[in-house]
């Protein structure tokens, strides 16, 4: 069903910048999309093929090197399907076999459907691998951009990464979020520990080994540590752990509950919930734990703070209506309003990047737990997930992508989605998985 045209997605031309005049031409051709977190399936994305990798050297190379390629040729590939302003354009084995075709083209990859054409070229010099990557218009057959990137060829992952990176910057003026990390829970026996990983999920590691139970992740604005709540040291406080040490210290141990901590966007406040008044409220910390000021006050519990992007608003989750329902109000807990109003129970809001919706967990009329997104108004509720038990949503750095937790293969694990409803994956296979949250650009 098409979207009315008030919520119909806004496009703008990205300037790139080129000195040429095809280059100019192409600011016409390629867009940027500002999404939010609503279904967008009517929005034609940009199709983008990427061939293999070709050895350029001339020397010779062995098994090991042509593996290196593949595999940063892969890399290339899976960032360039998971981007939400894109769609991987495969390579047609039955086409190429009818038409004799050895080598594609840009026209071959314009009949198979792509709009560009992503080329990479390799040498291995020493112990380095030198990568060539040139970005083509195959409407027009011509070449409009082209990069190198070089590291020490243990690091290909890496390598493939910050190509897939420069490769949306040329192409929407945006920063790639391919090198970014996740934090996440997985349960192992009695305890629950946080474990931080590549947005795709590989080179998954361990963060914290206390035994305990440590949830509610979240990073700090410079991507180098993770507050968290852990169970450690009896009551659940709030902690931070550097990610590159290991080396975990308290930061909130009041009494009773110190949980669901949430990161300013100038990361200077941290808004979390305390009990050492006896009931779940909102307050806002110093990032060295110090209490600067209790927002609410209310015989109900109230959790879940998110910020907006500017700063200036925190919603949360509270029953005080009797079940739990998402609430606005400022940063000095004044001018509190109510936004949810369907959905028997809504609950974990987090903000989109352009501020005017939020992104939450609902139990819809089917009783199963879903994401569903709403304007900051109160209007335009809308279910984002139609399939199994989802919870703890949180968006990436650009604002394109959500993480979250589901059931919808069998045991609890994490998953992503761009906010279009394409690119729905699952990162991990562990099971028991939980609570995950998306770092900053590094």
Same mark, same amino acid.
């Given at each position: 069903?098409?979207?009315?045209?008030?919520?119909?997605?806004?496009? #703008?031309?990205?300037?790139? @910048?080129?000195?040429?005049?095809?280059?100019?031409?192409?600011?016409?051709?390629?867009?940027?999309?500002?999404?939010?977190?609503?279904?967008?399936?009517?929005?034609?994305?940009?199709?983008?093929?990427?061939?293999?990798?070709?050895?350029?050297?001339?020397? +010779? *190379?062995?098994?090991?090197?042509?593996?290196?390629?593949?595999?940063?040729?892969?890399?290339?590939?899976?960032?360039?399907?998971?981007?939400?302003?894109?769609?991987?354009?495969?390579?047609?084995?039955?086409?190429?076999?009818?038409?004799?075709?050895?080598?594609?083209?840009? !026209?071959?990859?314009?009949?198979?459907?792509? $709009?560009?054409?992503?080329?990479?070229?390799?040498?291995?010099?020493?112990?380095?691998?030198?990568?060539?990557?040139?970005?083509?218009?195959?409407?027009?057959?011509?070449?409009?951009?082209?990069?190198?990137?070089?590291? $020490?060829?243990?690091?290909?992952?890496?390598?493939?990464?910050?190509?897939?990176? /420069?490769?949306?910057?040329?192409?929407?003026?945006?920063?790639?979020?391919?090198?970014?990390? *996740?934090? +996440?829970?997985?349960?192992?026996?009695?305890?629950?520990?946080?474990?931080?990983?590549?947005?795709?999920?590989?080179?998954?590691?361990?963060?914290?080994?206390?035994?305990? *139970?440590?949830?509610?992740?979240?990073?700090?604005?410079?991507?180098?540590?993770?507050?968290?709540? =852990? +169970?450690?040291?009896?009551?659940?406080? !709030?902690?931070?752990?550097? *990610?590159?040490? @290991?080396?975990?210290?308290?930061?909130?141990?009041?009494?009773?509950?110190?949980?669901?901590?949430?990161?300013?966007?100038?990361?200077?406040? #941290?808004?979390?919930?305390?009990?050492?008044?006896?009931?779940?409220?909102?307050?806002?910390? /110093?990032?060295?734990?110090?209490?600067?000021?209790?927002?609410?006050?209310?015989?109900?519990?109230?959790?879940?703070?998110?910020?907006?992007?500017? @700063?200036? !608003?925190?919603?949360?989750?509270?029953?005080?209506?009797?079940?739990?329902?998402?609430?606005?109000?400022? #940063?000095?807990?004044? %001018?509190?309003?109510?936004?949810?109003? /369907?959905?028997?129970? %809504?609950?974990?809001?987090?903000?989109?990047?352009?501020? $005017?919706?939020?992104?939450?967990?609902?139990?819809?009329?089917?009783?199963?737990?879903? !994401?569903?997104?709403?304007?900051?108004?109160?209007?335009? +509720?809308?279910?984002?997930?139609?399939?199994?038990?989802?919870?703890?949503?949180?968006?990436?750095?650009?604002?394109?992508?959500?993480?979250?937790? =589901?059931?919808?293969?069998?045991?609890?694990?994490?998953?992503?989605?761009?906010?279009?409803?394409?690119?729905?994956?699952?990162?991990?296979?562990?099971?028991?998985?939980?609570?995950?949250?998306?770092?900053?650009?590094?």
């Amino acid at each position: 069903m098409r979207l009315p045209a008030s919520l119909m997605l806004t496009f #703008i031309i990205t300037v790139m @910048g080129f000195t040429s005049s095809f280059a100019q031409a192409q600011r016409d051709v390629v867009r940027n999309i500002f999404f939010d977190t609503l279904r967008t399936g009517d929005v034609r994305v940009t199709t983008v093929g990427v061939d293999d990798m070709k050895y350029i050297g001339n020397q +010779y *190379i062995n098994q090991d090197d042509s593996t290196y390629m593949n595999s940063v040729t892969a890399v290339v590939r899976r960032d360039v399907d998971f981007y939400a302003d894109f769609e991987l354009v495969l390579v047609d084995s039955f086409y190429l076999e009818v038409y004799e075709i050895i080598d594609l083209d840009p !026209l071959g990859w314009m009949r198979l459907g792509a $709009d560009y054409l992503v080329k990479l070229e390799a040498e291995f010099p020493g112990r380095n691998l030198r990568v060539r990557w040139r970005l083509f218009d195959t409407a027009r057959r011509q070449q409009f951009a082209k990069g190198t990137v070089e590291m $020490d060829k243990v690091h290909w992952r890496q390598l493939g990464h910050e190509i897939a990176n /420069e490769i949306v910057h040329t192409m929407t003026g945006e920063d790639g979020i391919f090198l970014t990390k *996740i934090v +996440y829970a997985r349960k192992i026996g009695s305890a629950k520990e946080l474990f931080i990983a590549d947005y795709d999920g590989a080179n998954e590691r361990q963060l914290t080994n206390n035994g305990s *139970i440590n949830i509610s992740p979240t990073f700090s604005r410079d991507g180098k540590s993770v507050f968290y709540t =852990s +169970y450690t040291g009896g009551d659940p406080h !709030l902690y931070r752990i550097n *990610i590159e040490s @290991g080396q975990a210290v308290l930061v909130a141990d009041y009494p009773g509950i110190v949980a669901a901590p949430a990161v300013s966007p100038d990361g200077n406040k #941290i808004a979390c919930v305390l009990t050492r008044d006896g009931n779940s409220e909102i307050y806002l910390l /110093e990032p060295n734990g110090k209490i600067i000021k209790r927002l609410t006050r209310h015989r109900a519990i109230d959790t879940a703070p998110t910020w907006s992007p500017d @700063g200036q !608003l925190i919603a949360f989750s509270s029953d005080r209506t009797g079940r739990p329902q998402v609430y606005i109000m400022d #940063i000095l807990g004044l %001018n509190l309003r109510r936004i949810t109003w /369907e959905g028997s129970y %809504n609950d974990s809001p987090i903000w989109s990047q352009r501020g $005017d919706r939020l992104t939450f967990v609902s139990r819809s009329r089917s009783r199963r737990f879903d !994401l569903a997104s709403i304007d900051t108004s109160g209007t335009d +509720y809308r279910v984002l997930t139609e399939v199994g038990m989802n919870e703890n949503p949180h968006f990436s750095p650009d604002g394109k992508h959500i993480i979250f937790s =589901s059931d919808r293969l069998g045991p609890r694990d994490i998953f992503t989605m761009d906010i279009s409803g394409r690119n729905q994956r699952r990162l991990t296979r562990h099971g028991r998985c939980s609570n995950p949250t998306w770092g900053p650009l590094p």
